[in-house]
Structures are given as C-alpha cells and as structure tokens.
C-alpha cells in the first residue's frame, strides 16, 4: 500500500537573523493509494517545501508524514521509496539517456545488469524514446528531456511520484500533449502522485483531487469539480477558474443585497444561508453570466454596458461597466462574463446580464468561508 499521509505538518525557515518563516502550517491530507493529487497555489504558498519534506531533502519541523502507514520523518530520501521529477530535469551532462536512467537502480539497488536493462528498455518504451537511448542529455530538444526525467522515474517503479512543476518548461502544444500522456502512464502504473503546479488547466485535467495552498495553509482538498463548484472559500472561489470568478461587496437589507452599482434580491432560502450576516461577498463566475440584447425583464437582469472584448476563438471575455447613468468612468465597477465565440458583442454596447442566483456564491465577508 503506497498511501501518502501529511499529519498536522509545519515548516518554519529560520533565517540568519532570526527572523521565522512559517512556509507551510498545519497541513493534513490523506493521498489514497494510487490517486494523483495536485498541489496548486500562488507563488511562494508552501507547494514545493510540502513536496521536498515528502521527499526528504528538507526536515519537518512539526508533525508526521507516513507512507504505507510507516512514518517517513527520519528517513533519508533514498530509503523512501519515492521518485521525484523537477521541473528543471536534472539530467546527469556526461552520461548518455541510458545511463542517467540507469543511474539510480545501479546505485541503490543490487539489481542485476539484466533486469536493469530490461526497466530501461521498458520505460524508455513506454516514454517513446527508445532511439535516444544512446545520445546525452545536449543533444536533445527540452521535450525529450523532459521525457528522460520522467522515464528515470519510472524505471525506479516507486511507491510515489513527486512532480515539481515538470511541464512548465514546455510550450504550449507540447505541454498539452504531455499532460496527456502523463496523466495515462500515471493511471497505468496506478503509482501515487504528488504533482505541484500552478497552471490551472494541469490542476483541473490531470488530477484525481486538488489541495489549494494559501500562505501555506491547507484551503481545501477535493475533485477539480467539487472546488470549482463548491468552493470552501472565496480564496479557493478566486483561484480556481479562468478568468477569476467576479467578487462584489455587498450589505444585506431586508432581502437585497446592495453593492456600489446594482441591488440584487435573493430568495428567503438564500436569507437563511446568509443568517445574521450583515456584510457578504457575492461571487459570480464569467461563464454562469448570460448576455442579451432584449433589455431588462427580470430581477436578477441588469443594464450594462460592453468595456472591452477580448475574443478567445471558442469564446469571447466580455469586460463589463454597471450602466450607472452618465459617461463610463475609473470608478465604474467592471466584471467580466464569458460567452460563446459566435456571439456578437462590440465595446461600448449595452447589453443586459443575467445573474441567476443558482450561479451565485456567497462569502462571509470577515472569515471569506463559503455561506452559498
Ligand atoms: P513557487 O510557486 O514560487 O515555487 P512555492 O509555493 O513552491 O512557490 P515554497 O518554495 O515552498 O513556495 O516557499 C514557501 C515559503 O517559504 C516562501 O515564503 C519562501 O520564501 C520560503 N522559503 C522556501 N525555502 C526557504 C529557505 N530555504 N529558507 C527560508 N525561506 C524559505
């Protein structure tokens, strides 16, 4: 059993001068057997010391992190079981792709010659680089290294895969396409994964769950959809989801909700989630916004006007500016909705939006905690 389990850890750096840097706080997550979990946050949240404590190339200043039930804390990295893949390949120069992928069995294994053979040839299949087997790591293009690294990992047949970032040295196109492939040898080798990134569209397609990091606190492990759509907090609700979901202040009377530009009434349903709660956020993603020209014929429509168009090839991010009456200025509130490529909208239109209020978060205005 390859379970990973993060037990209450903490790191704090201290630095020369005193000075504590808490990088990661009390974090606890369960990673099953098999799944492939992805850590996700802005820079500097904690993801990759989590990932180098799991790994064993830095000390755990509180808390316990076990694999397969074993607690890992004092175990030196090559006693753990677990490959690691960076971000920035780190292939030996000198030695050939065979050798580098190699390397690692011949030295902390009493392997034969011939099984270790066979884990190369069989890994370097499974990575499509059979033919480079020969050539060192400057004759190949960043892709195949990236392919080298990954292999070398594989060969090890490890309890757990440790990914930094792996892909971000990719372009586009071949990011894309190795995300695949990743994501279909991880599944075939059903080995754990810890994969760090902060690319979004990685965090949503690869992963079986994510954790959302902040300021090196745990915001919330789940399935892509559960964050999306149920979010814990408005953090999570900001994070995930591109363009970011489109937050407004807003104060409760009676059964309204007052922001700077617009008055939005909720259902008697939404008034008991909101409680005694005066102050709220009101979050709304881009995509749950619709766009019409027909004017405004219901209570959650409202004038608006088109800012910017910023077109996307399947879809449009339509930049709005709340119709408050007079020439559109800097203090004009602006949200954006996405829609569909085929629909024509243009700058300075007025057109209506529709905010249904099933689409509609709500945050605790002081905690950010999700009440809707
Ligand atoms: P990025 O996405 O930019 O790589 P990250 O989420 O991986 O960031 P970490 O590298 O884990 O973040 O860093 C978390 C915090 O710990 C940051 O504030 C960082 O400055 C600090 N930190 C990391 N390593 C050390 C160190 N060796 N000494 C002191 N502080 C450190």
Same mark, same amino acid.
């Given at each position: 059993?390859?379970?990973?389990?993060?037990?209450?850890?903490?790191? #704090?750096?201290?630095?020369?001068?005193?000075?504590?840097?808490?990088?990661?706080?009390?974090?606890?997550?369960?990673?099953? $057997?098999?799944?492939?979990?992805?850590?996700?946050?802005?820079?500097?949240?904690?993801?990759?010391?989590?990932?180098?404590?799991?790994?064993?190339?830095?000390?755990?200043?509180?808390?316990?992190?076990?694999?397969?039930?074993?607690?890992?804390?004092?175990?030196?990295?090559?006693?753990?079981?677990?490959?690691?893949?960076?971000?920035?390949?780190?292939?030996?120069?000198?030695?050939?792709?065979?050798?580098?992928?190699?390397?690692?069995?011949?030295?902390?294994?009493?392997? /034969?010659?011939?099984?270790?053979?066979?884990?190369?040839? *069989?890994?370097?299949?499974?990575?499509?680089?059979e033919?480079?087997?020969?050539?060192?790591?400057?004759?190949?293009?960043?892709?195949?290294q990236?392919?080298?690294?990954?292999g070398?990992?594989?060969?090890?047949?490890?309890?757990?895969?440790?990914? $930094?970032? &792996?892909?971000?040295?990719?372009?586009?196109?071949?990011?894309?396409?190795?995300?695949?492939?990743l994501?279909?040898?991880?599944?075939?080798?059903?080995?754990?994964? #810890?994969?760090?990134?902060?690319?979004?569209?990685?965090?949503?397609?690869? *992963?079986d769950?994510?954790?959302?990091?902040?300021?090196?606190?745990?915001?919330?492990?789940?399935?892509?959809?559960?964050?999306?759509?149920?979010?814990?907090?408005?953090?999570v609700?900001g994070?995930?989801?591109?363009?970011?979901?489109?937050?407004?202040?807003?104060?409760?009377?009676?059964?309204?909700?007052?922001?700077?530009?617009?008055?939005? &009434?909720?259902?008697?349903?939404?008034?008991?989630?909101?409680?005694?709660?005066?102050?709220?956020e009101?979050?709304?993603? &881009?995509?749950?916004?619709?766009?019409?020209?027909?004017?405004?014929?219901?209570?959650?429509?409202?004038?608006?006007?088109? $800012?910017?168009?910023? &077109?996307m /090839?399947?879809?449009?991010?339509?930049?709005?500016?709340?119709?408050?009456?007079?020439?559109?200025?800097?203090?004009?509130?602006?949200?954006?909705?996405?829609?569909?490529?085929?629909?024509? #909208?243009?700058?300075?239109?007025?057109?209506t939006?529709?905010?249904?209020?099933?689409?509609?978060?709500?945050?605790?205005?002081k905690? /950010?905690?999700?009440?809707?």
């Amino acid at each position: 059993m390859a379970e990973l389990t993060l037990d209450n850890v903490s790191k #704090v750096f201290v630095e020369d001068d005193g000075n504590h840097i808490v990088a990661v706080d009390d974090v606890s997550v369960d990673i099953r $057997d098999g799944e492939f979990l992805v850590l996700v946050g802005p820079s500097g949240c904690g993801k990759s010391t989590t990932l180098r404590m799991i790994a064993g190339l830095e000390t755990i200043t509180d808390g316990e992190i076990r694999l397969g039930g074993e607690v890992m804390n004092d175990k030196e990295p090559k006693e753990r079981d677990i490959a690691m893949v960076f971000q920035s390949y780190a292939l030996y120069p000198h030695m050939t792709v065979r050798e580098n992928m190699a390397f690692g069995l011949e030295e902390s294994t009493s392997m /034969g010659d011939d099984e270790i053979d066979e884990r190369v040839s *069989s890994a370097a299949e499974m990575m499509g680089i059979e033919e480079l087997l020969g050539r060192k790591p400057r004759e190949l293009s960043g892709g195949q290294q990236q392919r080298v690294a990954l292999g070398r990992a594989i060969v090890r047949d490890p309890a757990v895969f440790l990914m $930094d970032e &792996p892909l971000s040295n990719l372009d586009a196109k071949l990011r894309s396409k190795m995300r695949t492939e990743l994501q279909r040898i991880q599944e075939d080798l059903g080995v754990t994964t #810890v994969y760090v990134t902060h690319d979004q569209t990685e965090a949503m397609t690869m *992963s079986d769950r994510i954790a959302v990091l902040d300021d090196g606190r745990l915001q919330q492990a789940g399935t892509p959809l559960e964050c999306y759509h149920e979010p814990a907090n408005e953090f999570v609700a900001g994070f995930i989801g591109d363009p970011s979901m489109n937050f407004f202040d807003v104060e409760v009377q009676g059964n309204q909700l007052r922001a700077a530009d617009f008055t939005y &009434p909720v259902s008697d349903e939404t008034l008991q989630e909101i409680g005694d709660r005066t102050t709220l956020e009101l979050g709304i993603r &881009p995509e749950d916004v619709t766009l019409s020209t027909d004017g405004a014929t219901g209570e959650h429509d409202f004038e608006t006007v088109v $800012d910017v168009v910023e &077109p996307m /090839g399947d879809e449009n991010n339509v930049y709005l500016t709340f119709d408050t009456g007079g020439e559109p200025d800097e203090d004009d509130e602006t949200f954006v909705v996405t829609v569909g490529g085929m629909q024509q #909208v243009e700058a300075g239109q007025p057109v209506t939006a529709h905010i249904p209020e099933e689409a509609v978060h709500l945050f605790d205005a002081k905690s /950010g905690e999700s009440v809707k």
